[in-house]
């Protein structure tokens, strides 16, 4: 990575047919953004201080309808007429409507460059019991994953210019509430969202992704997990994968990962 990060990590729960899986079959699942437990995360918002001018109205209203065919013709005119209600529309109906297109054809990874994150830990892994993936930022795709911004308010999207570039900034922007796990995602496509997806991203077949074969390159068990279950499991579908342990320190709030 340009960032020079070696490590990037992903917090889950221990689940022992998903940790079979992940060796066996060589891949992670990647999360469905309606299933993001942060309400605003990866929902649009437009720009609409436009709307004011009559032709740009006509020509958002043309493209806000593309993305909602339901509505009747004589809607448009409505619209037209109306600056104020076309506005409210706009960030409703119609950010529900790219809302569902963002959800059809998005898949997300989860990373950040810290193992040892107490928060992470509790609130992604199962209270500590659970596991984290260790991979190598040097690989293909981990590499590739995008640093998430922080921001007060979610980027504006222009009506008229709706692409993937564009939305691609709400996928990796949100809340400075969320600083603390100095997020990375890797985006990736539905295999069956596009008729013809875009090449410069990896693409997920029933939310799967096959990483490289040498990407994964440890496992870590929580301060509260059943480590020998752990690495019984990891020995059985993946001798040689190194099992580490996040260790709680006795006398100040931090942990350690210890081989």
Same mark, same amino acid.
């Given at each position: 990575?340009?960032?020079?990060?070696? &490590?990037?990590? =992903?917090?889950?729960?221990?689940?022992?047919?998903?940790?079979?899986?992940?060796?066996? *079959?060589? &891949?992670?699942?990647?999360? *469905?953004?309606?299933?993001? *437990?942060?309400?605003?995360? %990866?929902?649009?918002?437009?720009?609409?201080? &436009?709307?004011?001018?009559?032709? %740009?109205?006509?020509? %958002?209203? !043309?493209?806000?309808?593309?993305?909602?065919?339901?509505?009747?013709?004589?809607?448009?005119?409505?619209?037209?007429?109306?600056?104020?209600?076309?506005?409210?529309?706009?960030?409703?109906?119609?950010?529900?409507?790219? !809302?569902?297109?963002?959800?059809?054809?998005?898949? @997300?990874?989860?990373?950040?460059?810290?193992?040892?994150?107490?928060?992470?830990?509790? =609130?992604?892994?199962?209270? =500590?019991?659970? @596991? %984290?993936?260790?991979?190598?930022?040097?690989?293909?795709?981990?590499?590739?994953?995008?640093?998430?911004?922080?921001?007060?308010?979610?980027?504006?999207?222009?009506?008229?210019?709706?692409?993937?570039?564009?939305?691609?900034? @709400?996928?990796?922007?949100?809340?400075?509430?969320?600083?603390?796990?100095?997020?990375? &995602? @890797?985006?990736?496509?539905?295999?069956?969202?596009?008729?013809?997806?875009?090449?410069?991203?990896?693409?997920?077949?029933?939310?799967?992704?096959?990483?490289?074969?040498?990407?994964?390159?440890?496992?870590?068990?929580?301060?509260?997990?059943?480590?020998?279950?752990?690495?019984?499991?990891?020995?059985? =579908?993946?001798?040689?994968?190194?099992?580490?342990?996040?260790?709680?320190?006795?006398?100040?709030?931090?942990?350690?990962?210890?081989?």
């Amino acid at each position: 990575m340009e960032s020079g990060i070696r &490590r990037l990590y =992903h917090y889950e729960k221990f689940e022992a047919g998903n940790l079979e899986d992940t060796p066996v *079959n060589q &891949r992670v699942h990647f999360s *469905n953004p309606k299933n993001f *437990n942060d309400p605003w995360d %990866c929902y649009p918002c437009f720009d609409t201080t &436009r709307v004011a001018d009559p032709g %740009c109205r006509a020509r %958002c209203i !043309r493209e806000a309808l593309q993305l909602s065919p339901a509505q009747p013709e004589r809607y448009e005119a409505k619209l037209q007429g109306d600056k104020k209600l076309f506005a409210e529309v706009l960030q409703t109906e119609f950010r529900d409507a790219v !809302r569902n297109v963002i959800i059809k054809r998005w898949r @997300i990874y989860c990373l950040t460059p810290h193992s040892d994150n107490r928060l992470m830990w509790s =609130h992604y892994s199962d209270k =500590h019991r659970g @596991i %984290c993936l260790e991979f190598d930022a040097g690989e293909a795709v981990i590499g590739g994953a995008y640093q998430v911004a922080y921001s007060d308010a979610p980027p504006a999207l222009d009506i008229l210019a709706i692409s993937d570039p564009s939305v691609f900034q @709400i996928l990796v922007t949100k809340s400075p509430d969320w600083c603390y796990e100095n997020e990375y &995602r @890797i985006l990736a496509r539905d295999g069956v969202a596009d008729d013809v997806p875009p090449q410069f991203l990896p693409i997920t077949d029933k939310d799967f992704l096959l990483p490289p074969p040498h990407a994964l390159t440890a496992i870590i068990a929580g301060c509260r997990a059943n480590i020998d279950k752990i690495k019984a499991l990891v020995q059985k =579908h993946a001798p040689g994968l190194p099992v580490k342990q996040a260790v709680q320190a006795p006398d100040r709030y931090s942990l350690s990962i210890k081989d």
